[in-house]
């Protein structure tokens, strides 16, 4: 019997995944460590940093011991999308490859080249306006508020996915582990450490737990989402629905439930809110693909020659990259992000924001940094989000008063304080 290939990229998680229940006959569940995506680089950048890296090769060690706990396999490969599945293709006698919508340019560009090659089934299983719901891209809006009235009243988003799993149909964890070798000694010595901290579905299910439902952080949400240090301030959900391991339609069923059973405010409203601006750069990425890394993104002539630096703003750029620039408000924000991969949406803003206006360097160095450095990378958010501020995206360009944002933001200077103290100690 042949086999099918279940690409679990983008999805490393068992809740609400239709791609688990997707074929019938005989499935093989397979994961790619992109080598580009994570050993590559961009205008000289590497595109992922160590942690990220091991981010990754948890999330994967996490989804491989929940899928063994039921007896499935999951093959683990290392390399590019097209030969790793072309190869396994042929290894396996598979005919037909499950995976879900890409949304990054060079995804989708992978998938296109496979669909030559093997029955390709793509499913939406990361976007809210998935299935009916999908937009036409010709007559996608251009811009966030109408995009917002448009979809927003047909939001009935589709009900979870939660039928078990029988094993019978997989190919076990010692039918799998063949095909995994290349991947296990290549990547042994960045595999992280075991104390490190919780990652995947197990861990972005108790956090939704416990900012939705326990500590109903929920209801002050839209008060709070500005700040700029802390843990309870925003949801703190972006890198497991980046990676997969949340479902964004679990979420948003989840905030629905809340609204329903507990009470339902401005601030309820808004984390919806928040996540249709994700849900509008996924679509705004899928429209204009490659533009995304044209200096002048979706607008302008394409121009996809790297950045071009004076001597002054390479310097500039990497004091910017090493918290160093001697502006407090953004130095601070930089640490955070060095530090712990993540950074507020409101630091994100100001120090885009002055790398693009104040520094006057080419917008795309700084999301290639922010993609080298970010736990919750997502590249439709990130380059949408830069491109935004940058005034070659949806929209006009941004330009922050730093000065009145620190004030506005981090009154008391504790902030900076704060971060000065974790530099120094
Ligand atoms: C320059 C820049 C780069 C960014 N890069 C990324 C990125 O790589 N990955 C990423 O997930 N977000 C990115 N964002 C958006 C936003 O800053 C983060 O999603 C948010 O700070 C994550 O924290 P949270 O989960 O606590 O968000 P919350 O405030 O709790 O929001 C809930 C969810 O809504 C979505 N969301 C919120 N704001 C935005 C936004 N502006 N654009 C798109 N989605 C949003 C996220 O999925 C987020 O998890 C970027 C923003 C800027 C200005």
């Known amino acids: 019997m042949s086999v099918s290939l279940i690409l679990l990229n983008g999805t490393l998680r068992l809740h609400d995944n239709p791609l ?22 961009q205008y000289g950048l590497v595109r992922a940093n160590l942690q990220r890296l091991q981010q990754q090769l948890a999330l994967i060690n996490e989804l491989k011991a929940a899928l063994a706990s039921q007896q499935i396999g999951l093959i683990t490969l290392f390399g590019n999308t097209v030969d790793c599945i072309s190869q396994l293709a042929v290894q396996l006698q598979a005919s037909a490859l499950y995976c879900a919508e890409p949304v990054a340019a060079y995804e989708c560009s992978a998938i296109q080249q496979l669909a030559g090659r093997i029955n390709v089934v793509q499913l939406d299983c990361n976007s809210l306006l998935g299935d009916r719901l999908r937009p036409d891209l010709h007559d996608l809006p251009h811009s966030f508020t109408p995009f917002r009235k448009q979809r927003e009243p047909l939001l009935a988003v589709s009900k979870p996915t939660t039928s078990l799993l029988n094993a019978a149909d997989w190919l076990s ?16 010595q960045y595999q992280p450490l075991p104390q490190s901290a919780p990652v995947g579905e197990s ?3 108790a ?10 952080h929920i209801l ?35 905030i629905i439930a809340f609204e329903t059973q507990v009470a339902a405010n401005e601030s309820t409203y808004w984390l919806k809110f928040e996540l249709l601006w994700r849900e509008f750069f996924r679509w705004q990425s899928r429209k204009y693909a490659n533009r995304w890394f ?5 607008k302008g002539p394409l121009n996809f020659s790297p950045p071009n630096l004076s001597l002054a703003q390479q310097t500039a750029f990497n004091r910017w990259c090493q918290a160093n620039t001697g502006v407090d408000f953004v130095d601070a924000n930089m640490q ?12 994100r803003q100001n120090v885009a924001s002055f790398l693009i206006h104040d520094l006057g360097i080419d917008w795309r160095l700084g999301a ?33 008063n730093l000065q009145k944002q620190a004030q506005l933001y981090d009154a008391d200077g504790s902030f900076v304080r704060a971060m000065q103290l974790t530099t120094n100690s």
């Open 20 to 41: 688990l229940h997707a074929a019938s006959g005989r499935k093989a569940a397979v994961v790619i460590l992109n080598k580009a995506a994570f050993f590559g680089r």
């Open 368 to 400: 290639a940094y922010f993609e080298q450095r970010l736990l919750d990378y997502d590249c439709a958010s990130n380059w949408g989000n830069w491109a935004y501020i940058a005034g070659t995206g949806n929209s006009s360009e941004r330009k922050f």
């Open 220 to 254: 002050h949400y839209k008060d709070t989402r500005n700040q700029l240090l802390g843990t309870d301030y925003a949801s703190f959900l972006s890198a497991y629905l980046a990676q997969g391991s949340l479902s964004v339609r679990w979420l948003w069923q989840q």
């Open 207 to 216: 956090r939704l737990e416990y900012f939705i439902w326990q500590g109903q």
């Open 294 to 298: 044209s200096k002048g993104a979706i």
């Open 336 to 347: 955070l992000l060095n530090q712990t991969g993540l950074m507020s949406n409101r630091g």
């Open 203 to 205: 861990a972005a299910l």
């Open 173 to 188: 964890p010692a039918a799998t582990e063949l095909c995994n070798s290349v991947f296990s000694e290549r990547l042994q």
